[in-house]
């Protein structure tokens, strides 16, 4: 099988090929925007900001699945940067679906939390309506509708709150943060769950091991949207105190820094956000056998690699 990897240097990316299960399960190819891995290695080029380039990539290397990794992610500045923000999430899909389509491969895709308002009080199902808040919601429910317009075979896994030992991510940044202050200021009305990028990588061989076991008429049960998130679910300021906890266990940081809970009224940005973040991922073990694990599982096992790396 030739598995075609974008955003080879994006945090969920680069947790595909360190995992190594994609590898494992056939040749890959990955790609980034500038050709080059995060270790400096070069690897195959592919922008999506700019799409019409998209499909020379997969006309030569022939892919039976293509999984996209790649996306624009930086929530506020999407206010001032919509059309780029739905090129990238939006129109790169649908360039890549149809080729998909056309060519009978499989796309994995990923979406987010931030289709939807935040105004539910109950897990949003699959199914639930959609209606974003921002600019970055909307490019990325423009890329869902794309890929489900063009005809290809298609996984769409939304995720929440995604973060890793490596990148950019609300953990690195609270681990510095904390290093440095004895006290900080965190949202606490804002909930959904801390989703690492390990369980993203797991959930998602285990969906592609089930779509390749199955028959065609099995594979279209199989496909579509699905929640893709850790379970069980916590605030900002939640996930805040854990991380300075467990860290501290850890000896990554010298002490625990006092987190004050603060309101999203107090912590203005440029975006709104969802207050309500939590999604219903139930139907994905039933799927595909793969029960998703609490998110302070995904929190240690983040929290021990970065303590073995510090060793």
């Known amino acids: 099988m030739r598995i075609l990897l974008l955003g080879a240097n994006g945090q969920l990316g680069r947790s595909f090929i360190e995992d190594g299960g994609l590898a494992a399960r056939g040749e890959l190819f990955a790609a980034s925007r500038d050709g080059r891995r995060y270790d400096g290695a070069a690897i195959e080029i592919a922008d999506l900001a700019e799409p019409d380039a998209l499909p020379a990539l997969p006309d030569r290397i022939r892919p039976e699945v293509i999984v996209n990794a790649a996306a624009y992610t930086a929530v506020d500045r999407a206010e001032q940067e919509e059309m780029l923000a739905t090129r990238v999430n939006g129109a790169a899909v649908g360039v890549l679906g149809r080729w998909a389509a056309a060519h009978g491969a499989l796309l994995v895709h990923y979406s987010t939390d931030y289709v939807f308002d935040g105004a539910a009080g109950a897990p949003y199902p699959v199914d639930a309506p959609t209606a974003p808040l921002g600019a970055y919601g909307?490019?990325?429910?423009?890329?869902?509708?794309?890929?489900?317009?063009?005809?290809?075979?298609?996984?769409?896994?939304?995720?929440?709150?995604?973060?890793?030992?490596?990148?950019?991510?609300?953990?690195?940044?609270?681990?510095?943060?904390?290093?440095?202050?004895?006290?900080?200021?965190?949202?606490?009305?804002?909930?959904?769950?801390?989703?690492?990028?390990?369980?993203?990588?797991?959930?998602?061989?285990?969906?592609?091991?089930?779509?390749?076991?199955?028959?065609?008429?099995?594979?279209?049960?199989?496909?579509?949207?699905?929640?893709?998130?850790?379970?069980?679910h916590t605030s900002w300021h939640g996930f805040a105190t854990a991380i300075f906890e467990t860290a501290h266990a850890r000896g990554l940081l010298p002490r625990v820094p006092r987190v004050a809970a603060i309101t999203t009224a107090d912590y203005p940005t440029p975006a709104r956000r969802p207050a309500w973040s939590v999604l219903d991922n139930s139907g994905f073990a039933e799927r595909f056998g793969y029960a998703l694990p609490d998110w302070q599982d995904g929190l240690h096992g983040v929290l021990d690699t970065l303590s073995h790396q510090s060793a």
């Open 138 to 232: 909307r490019s990325k429910l423009a890329g869902e509708l794309a890929l489900r317009d063009s005809g290809a075979a298609h996984f769409i896994f939304r995720t929440a709150w995604v973060y890793a030992p490596h990148g950019h991510n609300f953990l690195r940044t609270m681990l510095r943060v904390g290093a440095e202050r004895d006290e900080l200021r965190v949202v606490a009305d804002q909930v959904g769950a801390p989703t690492s990028t390990a369980l993203i990588v797991d959930g998602t061989l285990a969906a592609l091991d089930a779509w390749r076991a199955a028959d065609a008429s099995q594979r279209r049960t199989l496909e579509g949207t699905h929640h893709l998130v850790a379970s069980g």
